[in-house]
């Protein structure tokens, strides 16, 4: 996590207005999982379903293929693992997740 | 005023009338009495294609707000109109509407809230919103409730305000009853309203923004006091306001609230709203009797103008706040606001608290007329008064 200046409020836009996008990217938001999703790609059929559905933005993608998941930002809910048709992707407690990585 | 036409309207229409000459991009409401024939109204002028607003109906007070958020988020002109529980369920987002700046301009019928439920008037619907973030206006009469929708629309978006703007017209009293009311012309309103230029839409593709975002402790506190300040710069602009719209209509607005024979009198009256008409024609009665009596009425209820309502009762004898709602535990919520004027003060008027008119029961002119009286005895115990309940 980058270290910010705090301002003071007239220094600030007004109405937590962040300027300049991307603040998503930005924010390391996957810190807070119990489980995380693991991805098998040998079994992957590359239906994207995965990519799809997730409420956030983990999945990694490029060439309209699956290249993994942004664990920055996954917060495990797990959607992906019940919405893959072949059962590409498990949910593991983190920790044990860990160690399959 | 001289350039408009006299009409014989509703409440209703003038404020109907007000949003079809400001012309918002957008309104979303759901309704509810007895708001509901404003946006009916206004719905009718859409599709008569007298304005070209989109109208967005959703399934209820706190969709419709959240809605007038993302318009208003997105950069559009945006308005919308409630009451009582409607404006009840749209609170969450009320207090949203004012923390990301949005400068909607809605309508409030004052109803009571329930329970029990009663569809009639009384203040508590607006109260229960005086610390969500939203500058409130009150009106006396249709007139009023038309000039401040206009108004509004300015102080809402004033580059140093930028929030919400709720003005409120008591349900039934002024909403279902036919006044004479001067509208302006059409074109009038739209040089007066301006173009909106949002200081950040989030349509701005070129400028992508963020809106809407979590706020930890380390900056919640920073965007509640730029709140604070664009409050507080809401009675000079309001007063600018006030002049640019008189030199439109003619008028003679002049201040944060009216004065109705205060300079010399002994015994004034505080009142919101539509009640302060009986009370005038009590103090004119009352002053034909010889009687030192007068009024005064906040147009402004947030933010309070405490330093010039204190400027001018601190030479009265004494001083009675009718509130229309009730604070359980405590006092009015109008009374607080002046006794906290008051406070500091070593020479001051004797101040009381009334109650009346809760869930529209009537208050008559002897009424009033009796909270005169009472004034007049300098041993009145200080205690809550409830005028028409049967204790």
């Known amino acids: ?101 | 005023m001289s350039n408009g036409n006299k009409e014989v309207l509703t409440g209703h229409q003038v404020v109907a009338n007000a949003m079809r000459q400001v012309e918002p991009d957008v309104v979303a409401a759901y309704p509810i009495t007895p708001q509901s024939e404003i946006v009916e109204y206004f719905s009718q002028y859409v599709a008569d294609g007298k304005v070209d607003s989109e109208v967005i109906t959703v399934e209820s007070e706190h969709s419709a707000m959240s809605a007038c958020v993302g318009s208003a988020a997105a950069g559009a002109r945006t308005m919308t109109a409630t009451a009582s529980q409607g404006l009840a369920l749209m609170m969450e987002i009320v207090y949203i509407a004012a923390s990301m700046r949005t400068p909607i301009v809605m309508a409030v019928a004052n109803r009571a809230l329930s329970g029990p439920i009663n569809i009639h008037c009384d203040h508590s619907d607006s109260m229960a919103a005086r610390d969500s973030g939203v500058i409130q206006l009150y009106g006396e009469d249709a007139q009023e409730a038309y000039e401040f929708t206009l108004m509004a629309q300015r102080l809402a978006e004033s580059e140093d305000v930028l929030l919400p703007v709720m003005v409120t017209l008591d349900g039934f009293t002024l909403t279902h009853t036919a006044q004479v009311a001067e509208l302006l012309p059409d074109r009038a309103v739209s040089d007066f309203v301006g173009e909106y230029d949002a200081r950040y839409p989030l349509l701005d593709v070129e400028n992508p923004t963020t809106q809407g975002p979590f706020d930890m402790p380390d900056y919640y506190f920073e965007h509640k006091l730029q709140q604070v300040d664009a409050m507080d710069n809401v009675p000079d602009r309001f007063l600018q306001v006030q002049e640019e719209f008189n030199d439109l209509s003619g008028g003679s607005y002049d201040g944060l609230f009216e004065t109705y024979k205060m300079d010399d009198a002994d015994y004034a009256v505080i009142i919101l709203g539509s009640t302060a008409g009986t009370a005038k024609v009590v103090v004119d009665e009352l002053r034909e009797e010889g009687k030192k009596v007068g009024l005064l009425k906040p147009w402004l209820f947030r933010p309070f103008p405490a330093e010039e309502i204190k400027d001018v009762l601190l030479d009265k004898e004494a001083v009675a706040v009718l509130d229309r709602s009730l604070s359980f535990g405590s006092s009015g919520p109008l009374y607080l606001e002046v006794s906290s004027a008051l406070s500091g003060e070593d020479t001051k008027p004797r101040l009381y608290n009334y109650t009346y008119g809760l869930g529209g029961r009537d208050i008559k002119e002897d009424q009033i007329a009796e909270v005169f009286e009472d004034l007049e005895n300098p041993d009145l115990e200080d205690k809550m008064r409830y005028i028409g309940a049967r204790q």
């Open chain 1, 1 to 101: 996590m980058a270290e910010f200046e705090l301002k003071k409020y007239d220094e600030i836009p007004i109405g937590g207005v962040i300027t300049g996008g991307a603040t998503p990217e930005l924010n390391k938001t996957g810190d807070w999982r119990s489980e995380r999703p693991i991805w098998d790609e040998d079994t992957c059929i590359q239906c994207l379903q995965c990519w799809v559905n997730c409420p956030d933005a983990s999945f990694e993608i490029s060439e309209e293929e699956i290249q993994g998941i942004d664990y920055e930002h996954c917060k495990g809910c797990g959607i992906c693992a019940e919405i893959c048709p072949v059962d590409a992707i498990t949910m593991k407690p983190e920790g044990e997740g860990s160690e399959d990585e």
